[in-house]
């Protein structure tokens, strides 16, 4: 992953808000202005660089960006704009309002960060929307999905590198024990996937593999495609290598969007 880099000498906010607005008057817009701004700052100067937008010119930076910029470039550069976790709440409001809403996304931004960054997503989606992401989950997920996400969502995990193998031996018991009842949506297995700590559920993963012969990713393709199915795999995936799902699911579809593409492979890293 690339990392981000942000420049020895870096101007103002002031001056970086003022080449912005040059940019967004001009013929049109400068694709490149923008991203060697917004794309070399850390999330702090681009925290300070939109406040201080708003104070000189008494209007949301993104209201420029949206109207010079267009398609998956303008969505992209709008996203990078705000915090981490600001961009993850934004997404999943975006997720849950939407018509058809993919709740994989809410799985990933769980599984796949830290459970003190889910904090802040979740205070920041109620500070942007009023609501909380619980709530929001209730009114639109159904049954088992609804049960598996509030449960992701609800817990706080132990964020340390501690595992009891005891725990491993007996757990993938009970995980395999859900898979042979295809009671996807039992309670343990909820339990399992929503409060233990990475590092037990990676190794409670390999107990399962060792034990019956089969990766728990492997045993649940044999389910089919249903929803609550695919947001397993997809916590699961999260959990084990988020990397490796990332670059299954984000990155083949951006790739013919060049322009997008580089932008987010050269300067987008997680939580930056």
């Known amino acids: 992953m690339a990392t981000l880099v942000v420049p020895d000498s870096v101007p ?19 694709e490149k202005v923008f991203i060697s701004i917004l794309g070399h700052r850390n999330s702090s100067q ?5 406040d201080t937008y708003q104070q000189l010119y008494n209007e949301p930076l993104t209201n420029c960006l949206y109207s010079e910029l267009t398609d998956h470039f303008r969505r992209a550069i709008i996203l990078w ?4 976790a600001e961009r993850d709440a934004i997404r999943a409001n975006e997720v849950l309002k939407g018509r058809n809403p993919q709740l994989e996304v809410i799985v990933e931004i769980v599984c796949a960060n830290s459970p003190h960054h889910l904090q802040t997503v979740k205070q920041a989606y109620c500070a942007l929307f009023n ?21 992701l969502v609800g817990s706080f995990r132990y964020d340390k590198r501690v595992v ?10 009970d ?8 009671e996807l949506g039992y309670d343990d297995l909820i339990y399992i996937l929503s409060t233990r700590n990475a590092c037990q559920l990676k190794d409670s993963f390999k107990m399962y593999e060792q034990q019956f012969k089969l990766p728990i ?13 695919s947001l397993l795999k997809v916590a699961v995936q999260c959990i084990v ?26 300067n987008a890293v997680p939580n930056c």
């Open 46 to 50: 681009r925290r300070n660089i939109r």
């Open 217 to 229: 990713y492997e045993d649940l393709k044999s389910y089919g495609g249903d929803d609550l199915t």
């Open 164 to 173: 009891d193998m005891q725990f491993a031996h007996w757990e993938s018991a």
């Open 241 to 266: 290598c988020p990397e490796k799902h990332f670059a299954e699911v984000v990155f083949p579809p951006l790739l013919p969007l060049c322009r997008v593409a580089r932008f987010v492979l050269k």
């Open 175 to 182: 995980l395999f024990e859900a898979m042979q009842t295809k």
């Open 81 to 84: 704009t705000h915090d981490p």
């Open 12 to 30: 103002s906010p002031t001056e970086d808000s003022k080449t912005l607005m040059e940019a967004c008057r001009g013929a049109g817009p400068d």
């Open 131 to 151: 609501s909380s992401l619980e709530k929001d989950i209730a009114a639109r997920a159904q049954t088992h999905k609804q049960k598996l996400l509030l449960g």
